[in-house]
């Protein structure tokens, strides 16, 4: 179970995700970085919230959870990440 300081809620500080997620995908360092559409709503099974214009993570409500410097807490990860190395660049 997530908590964070400021954004749980409950007593115990508790972050509503629907699946634990223990290392957040780095989509920078993703092979498909370069073609990815970013639309979140797709990807990440703990997106709250989104409109029709904005789908990726900075229109999620737990965006504050992943920056924050104090207690980062990964929350986002995609099934199709692939970590790019030199035999993927070549």
Not at 33 to 48: A, F, L, T, W
Request: with cysteine; aromatic share 12%.
């Amino acid at each position: 179970m997530k908590t964070h300081w400021l954004y749980g809620r409950g007593p115990n500080n508790v972050l509503d995700f629907k699946r634990e997620i223990d290392e957040e995908s780095d989509c920078s360092k993703c092979i498909h970085s370069e073609v990815c559409d970013r639309d979140m709503e797709k990807r990440c099974e703990n997106y709250v919230f989104g409109t029709s214009a904005h789908r990726h993570c900075q229109s999620c409500l737990h965006r504050y959870t992943r920056y924050d410097n104090k207690e980062p807490v990964p929350c986002f990860s995609c099934p199709w990440f692939q970590e790019k190395d030199e035999e993927t660049i070549a």
